[in-house]
């Protein structure tokens, strides 16, 4: 081609393509210290038993948490070494690293693998388009996840889970959970939405979002457990209350002056109009906050606080 | 008509209703349509999925070995998926339990492999097993065959032999399932059969009129529990194959026992009280499950009725 | 001559820009009723958090003393019902928004809670000099800029551009801010607080719309470091639930 229609070839091509978005791929690698701006005593030393708050589950949920007893975690040796699932290891103790493996020849995307402190739990997110397995392939705490882009923002789909925790202090999340996530880098800070649609346990889907920035310094630990005895227990104990005998459900109520109708959950409880029908607490909050009143980290995160 | 053959009547229609039934269930799937899966395991073991059973295959040098072969009409599809796998000789079958959708396949299995006097193909299984099916008054199966019998029974709480270089272990869980229950471990292969004592989409089936109870598929489970061992941080390693469903690992089994064991303790607790069987179906003592399990009626039941049974 | 190119490519895109409004430039559609979905921090924003209940929140040890001292009614008094309704905090709230487009280049928000109205304004103008307000000036726009980069290849000839990726979330600073509260029982935000927020559209599976908001507040008085919180709110068909209610200081 003459070097003449060069110019005019390539100004067509840019005033062509300028009104179209042009979407580049992100990377999410790199170490993301997790950010517990929300919900931080929930997530750091945990939630208190019986606190079912906001969550949309059902009446197979409830039951489910008022018979959990956490003993169970140490009794059951099978426990004691569970990492969080794929899913709540974003919600919960969620230190992250992410990196990206590439086909050599290719130089394209095959996955996303990231590692939460925690437990060391490791997810691979499938970039290459591959299918899901079939519904009789094992369930891993993972799950198997694939990705797909929407703009910049990264879309993945898990599957396959084992049962684990919608909230750790009882509540489950069942493996016929199908979760969402979607992915988004804003500067060095990552957010990332969840949807958990969950037909066993959840009346709607449960939404919530997290955030890491970015910390190029962080370490982490390597994850060692091995499961001991430690509560000598016959052979086969599951450690769990009968339905109604669980004294402990109504002390996140009492502690803080909540109605116990709200701290049972449920849909309604999600919506700003609850407010409305919730009524009122059976016992007053304290005048002041007594417990975790100040907790933003794992270093700062104390029942009583200390100042 | 006289006294003597009125009392017949009643019984031989019960057997035949009984024998109806499970024919009726047979025949309720349309075997054309089924489409049967191979899932590689670990070692030399495959998992097939059709309409029936989870079929395990385990090949190597030897030959094949089946636990378990679903329904007739599927051995040709079966044995279309264990010869993309090995083309040796299928030298045993295992049945872990009596039901038709586990030693369905026998029959047709034994009449399509060609003979070998020399080593003729081996179906094991624990000695009640072959007491069900050639007992005709309480059996809900179809009338058992004369071929595709067990061959080998065991009466001793375990049974071993050596196949495609694994040691295979078979064993007995008593009065659980059924009373002939058999767990398959493949100790190299790492790799447990369960049957019918392990389904992770449904409550256990609890066949009482066969000796099932549910202390036994408790104890079946923790034995379970027991023999598997995970890799790292509670997966992989062991893996299991159920009677019906998803392949899994100890994690999945922990989590199906403390069902059993709960939903037990909750009807104990009724009974304790004093409770009727409706009052105690009627505290829904499966709630937390049945969104995962299906309706638990026919469970509770059969527990209620494992714990009330006179010893 | 590649110096003419050159001009004429880059100059291109603004030339288009200016053709386009940020209504018709909007890589997604924020418009519309939003309802919050409340599933985190609960019992720091369905009630009232309890005096001096912190958690979450990273302060500094002034902001702590302010906290230790809030008093509802003294807020009545003096008619600052309203301070926790500012824009660090407003979108925390339970409540329902209203999304409409004031013009091709204002994004205006209502909330029912509050009855507060937040405007942000496209196109990168310097806000006008204005006295600090609740919800403070925000300037908006859609993240990622649309670029082209133009080479040469070694013998010296112009090579196709590289264009790089357009974000689709609406990016909003806030500034020009009266002192409020991050939460309703008193926890501050100064007049240097600032606030970057990004607003994700998604779909789910079930076909119902989402937006998040991941809020970023800066406050060097009061915060050890910044406060990112992200809320989450879904899309209603109409204005059922909508429940204009005034400020309430408790």
């Known amino acids: ?87 709540y290891s974003m919600h919960g103790l969620s230190t992250l690293r992410v990196w990206r493996e590439m086909d050599p020849a290719t130089q394209k995307l095959i996955a996303f693998r990231t590692h939460t402190q925690f437990m060391g739990m490791e997810r691979t997110v499938w970039m290459d388009g591959r299918p899901h397995p079939p519904e009789y392939a094992a369930h891993t705490w993972s799950g198997f996840s694939t990705g797909r882009w929407e703009g910049n923002t990264l879309v993945v789909t898990t599957t396959h889970f084992k049962p684990n925790y919608m909230r750790r202090n009882g509540l489950s999340r069942s493996d016929h959970a199908v979760v969402t996530e979607w992915f988004r880098l804003h500067g060095n800070y990552l957010s990332v939405t969840q949807m958990v649609d969950d037909p066993v346990f959840l009346a709607e889907p449960l939404v919530r979002s997290s955030n890491w920035v970015r910390d190029p310094g962080q370490r982490m630990n390597p994850a060692f457990c091995e499961p001991a005895p430690e509560v000598p227990k016959e052979m086969g104990t599951v450690t769990h209350h009968l339905p109604g005998t669980n004294e402990f459900l109504t002390e996140v109520a009492d502690w803080y002056g909540l109605p116990r109708a709200a701290t049972r959950g449920g849909p309604q409880t999600m919506y700003p109009e609850y407010r409305k029908t919730m009524g009122k607490p059976e016992k007053a909050p304290p005048l002041t906050c007594e417990r975790f009143c100040v907790c933003t980290s794992l270093g700062d995160c104390q029942l009583r606080d200390r100042r | 008509m006289s006294i003597s053959r009125k009392w017949l009547i009643v019984p031989l229609a019960c057997v035949v209703g009984l024998a109806s039934s499970a024919l009726a269930q047979q025949n309720q799937i349309d075997f054309a349509r089924v489409e049967m899966h191979v899932l590689p395991v670990q070692g030399n073991v495959h998992m097939l999925v059709g309409a029936g059973g989870n079929v395990t295959v385990q090949v190597g040098k030897q030959g094949v070995l089946l636990v378990d072969t679903e329904y007739g009409p599927l051995v040709p599809k079966i044995m279309a998926e264990v010869r993309k796998l090995s083309s040796g000789p299928l030298r045993y079958i295992i049945n872990t339990h009596v039901h038709g959708d586990h030693v369905g396949g026998n029959e047709e299995l034994v009449k399509t492999t060609p003979v070998d006097n020399t080593q003729p193909l081996n179906i094991i299984a624990h000695e009640n097993v072959l007491n069900r099916l050639t007992t005709p008054v309480t059996t809900r199966v179809t009338p058992p065959p004369q071929v595709g019998l067990p061959t080998t029974e065991y009466f001793l709480p375990e049974k071993d032999l050596f196949f495609n270089g694994e040691a295979i272990v078979l064993y007995h869980a008593p009065n659980a399932h059924t009373d002939g229950d058999s767990i398959v471990f493949f100790r190299r292969s790492d790799v447990i059969s369960t049957g019918d004592l392990f389904t992770p989409e449904r409550y256990p089936g609890i066949d009482l009129a066969r000796g099932g109870n549910v202390a036994g598929i408790i104890s079946a489970l923790n034995r379970i529990i027991q023999i598997a061992i995970p890799e790292d941080k509670q997966e992989g390693g062991t893996y299991i194959i159920p009677g019906h469903g998803r392949l899994c690992e100890e994690a999945d089994v922990v989590e199906y026992r403390d069902m059993v064991t709960i939903v037990r303790d909750r009807v104990q607790d009724g009974i304790r009280k004093g409770r009727t069987l409706e009052q105690i179906k009627a505290s829904k003592p499966t709630l ?10 026919t469970f509770i039941e059969n527990v209620y009725k494992s714990l009330t049974a006179k010893r | 001559m590649i110096r003419m190119l050159i001009a004429v490519l880059v100059a291109a895109p603004a030339l288009l820009a200016q053709t386009r409004t940020s209504k018709s430039a909007a890589p997604v559609d924020l418009t519309g009723y939003w309802v919050s979905i409340v599933t985190e921090d609960w019992r720091w924003r369905m009630v009232t958090p309890i005096k001096g209940d912190f958690a979450s929140i990273p302060i500094n040890a002034d902001a702590r003393k302010i906290g230790d001292a809030w008093d509802p009614a003294k807020d009545e008094a003096a008619g600052q019902q309203c301070k926790a309704y500012g824009a660090p905090s407003i979108m925390r709230i339970p409540g329902r928004l209203h999304i409409t487009w004031q013009d091709d280049n204002t994004l205006k928000i209502d909330t029912d809670q509050g009855q507060q109205t937040r405007l942000f304004h496209f196109g990168g103008a310097r806000p006008p000099k204005a006295e600090p307000s609740l919800q403070g000036h925000s300037s908006a726009r859609w993240e990622g800029e649309l670029t082209t980069l133009v080479t040469q290849n070694l013998g010296g000839q112009a090579q196709a551009s590289q264009v790089t990726g357009q974000g689709r979330a609406l990016e909003v600073v806030t500034s020009n801010l009266r002192p409020g509260y991050l939460r309703k029982n008193g926890v501050p935000f100064s007049a240097n607080a600032s606030l970057n927020e990004y607003y994700d559209y998604q779909k789910a599976p079930n076909g119902t719309e989402w937006f998040t908001v991941t809020t970023v507040v800066t406050d060097p008085t009061y915060l050890r470091v910044p406060w990112v919180t992200s809320t989450d709110f879904r899309k209603q068909a109409g204005a059922a639930g909508w429940d204009p209610t005034p400020c309430s200081a408790r």
Not at chain 1, 46 to 74: C, F, K, T, V
Request: net charge negative; aromatic share 10%; glycine share 12%.
């Open chain 1, 1 to 87: 081609m003459s070097s003449r229609w060069i110019p005019c070839v390539l100004a067509c091509a840019v005033l062509l393509t300028a009104g179209m978005p042009a979407y580049a791929q992100v990377d999410f690698s790199g170490q993301w210290e997790s950010l517990y701006h929300e919900d931080g005593p929930e997530r750091l030393p945990g939630p208190e038993l019986g606190d079912y708050l906001g969550l949309p589950i059902n009446d197979a949920a409830r039951l489910r948490g008022d018979s959990y007893d956490a003993d169970r975690i140490s009794v059951v040796q099978e426990y004691q070494c569970r990492p969080h699932g794929g899913d």
């Open chain 2, 288 to 297: 937390d499950y049945d969104t995962r399990y299906g309706p638990g009626d």
